[in-house]
């Protein structure tokens, strides 16, 4: 009978310790997300624009369910020509004539980002009390820098945008991201001013954005019930 009661014991004690440990695990929030995107660009700049390919890599710094921090190293293609224009661009805005501009790119522009980013809904892989969501629309802004190598142009932008991200499971998250980004340059597709009109701040100025598939994982992970901030 001993036996028994001290197996029984030991039994009822995994049990509680499992559950406890569930428990735990279900409560556990985290500090970085890590991960990567891929999609295609829209550009607006002195070129008839095509579609090109954009690619990032992406670090997300969880504040709370509602808001987050992301750093972004993005990779925006830039291809299109000025041929297939409507409008009429001169080969030399300073002289006069009649001869067209004609003028090609494929090149790229980088970008780093730093984004905040406001959830509409609070953000997490399992409901209960919190109300969490494991699919949440949000609206992101912020700062970056930009490079654009058609025209070597080194410039500020500023990014803003929407995207919705979904809960595969307790780390990991799948995002469709949007963002446009308003540089303060009108180099980075190689042009500047090809009609010898020039701007200030955004005025007349390169905008790039792009539509990306985000993937990325939990890391850091914090127990809100054992370690309060």
């Known amino acids: 009978m001993r036996i028994v009661y001290r197996i029984t014991s030991l039994l009822l004690l995994f049990l509680l310790l499992s559950r406890s440990a569930h428990a735990q695990q279900e409560d556990l929030v985290y500090r970085l997300e890590l991960g990567v995107g891929l999609g295609t660009s829209v550009n607006f700049t002195d070129v008839k624009d095509k579609m090109g390919l954009a690619g990032a890599l992406v670090a997300r710094f969880p504040l709370n369910p509602r808001m987050a921090v992301k750093t972004q190293f993005s990779y925006v293609g830039v291809k299109g020509a000025t041929a297939s224009l409507k409008n009429y661009i001169p ?3 300073n002289t006069v004539g009649s001869a067209q ?18 959830h509409f809904l609070p953000y997490g892989y399992r409901r209960d009390y919190r109300g969490y969501s494991r699919i949440v629309p949000y609206l992101q802004g912020g700062f970056g820098l930009t490079y654009g190598a058609a025209g070597k142009s080194f ?32 180099k980075l597709d190689g042009l500047d001013a090809p009609l010898g009109i020039k701007s200030e701040m955004f005025r007349n100025k390169d905008i790039y954005s792009s539509l990306m598939l985000t993937i990325t994982y939990d890391l850091s992970p914090k127990c809100p019930t054992c370690n309060r901030d």
């Open 155 to 186: 410039t500020a932008n500023i990014p803003l945008g929407a995207g919705i991200k979904y809960k595969l499971g307790q780390r990991l998250n799948l995002g469709l991201d949007w963002m446009v980004h308003f540089s303060l340059s009108d």
């Open 101 to 118: 501009l004609n003028y090609s790119v494929s090149s790229a522009i980088y970008d780093v980002s730093v984004l905040y980013e406001l």
């Open 91 to 93: 080969s030399d805005p």
